[in-house]
């Protein structure tokens, strides 16, 4: 595999799961009555299992190439997964004194991804 097929998979990937976050995202929080952040918190939680599910499917029934593993799952899945937007709503919560919805997004998002990951490699692994 050359360096632009690995470079323009890259792009490629990081673009589309970028346009899925939003569009996801946005639509699972305009779902919601709340302000909590269940967008980012759902998106989170399915890439999380995809990471889990793909890395371990790969790694372990499938050979693909490692570039194809890395536009999936840096591409995609690093573009799809919001954890930064996770951090910064979480301090929001901080910052306005909110410690019971900053802690519930804290060990309720690490805690649910975790879990996601998991089932997603069991998953795999029963295929």
């Known amino acids: ?5 690995k470079l323009s998979g890259l792009l490629i990937a990081g673009a589309l799961g970028t346009l899925s976050r939003y569009g996801l ?4 929080q305009r779902m919601t009555p709340s302000t909590y952040p269940w967008g980012t918190f759902t998106v989170n939680a399915i890439g999380c299992f995809f990471f889990g ?3 371990t499917l790969t790694a372990e029934r499938l050979i693909v190439s490692s570039e194809t593993r890395l536009i999936i799952l840096t591409g995609f899945l690093g573009s799809f997964t919001t954890l930064s937007t996770f951090i910064f709503e ?3 919560f901080i910052e306005s004194s909110q410690w ?3 802690g ?3 060990l309720g998002g690490i805690l649910t991804g975790l879990m996601a990951y998991i089932l997603g490699a069991s998953l795999a692994r029963l295929l």
């Open 53 to 55: 599910f793909i890395w």
């Open 25 to 28: 995202a946005g639509l699972v």
């Open 1 to 5: 595999m050359t360096v632009w097929y």
């Open 104 to 106: 519930a997004n804290i």
């Open 100 to 102: 019971l919805l900053a």
């Open 90 to 92: 979480t301090e929001q």
